[in-house]
């Protein structure tokens, strides 16, 4: 069975940084894209960074510069380092990874805050 098990999430001061991380275990083939996506209170779930298997990113135009998404192929995971943390930024993250075979699977969510 798989599982998307994410870490990294919590309480900073606007400025600070982040890491979060995000696991694939089970049985695969491979994976296709992986991603960030974040919703916060009261609003639609939107995109914030993918990356590719060969390695492509793209990123919302509101994190550009400051965040930094990465994967390790070997280890099945993905991370999105985050720096200069804004209030806005707040929100539940959660990954989501689309494998070799099309099926996509999402993570529990992690809460991250930032204060002002």
Known sequence: ????????????????????????????????VMGWYRQAPGKERELVATITRGGSTNYRDSVKGRFTISRDNAKNTVYLQMNSLKPEDTAVYACNMILLNGRAYWGQGTQVTVSS
């Open 1 to 32: 069975q798989v599982q998307l098990v994410e870490s990294g999430g919590g309480l900073v001061q606007a400025g600070g940084s982040l890491r979060l991380s995000c696991a694939l275990s089970g049985s695969i083939f491979g994976i296709n």
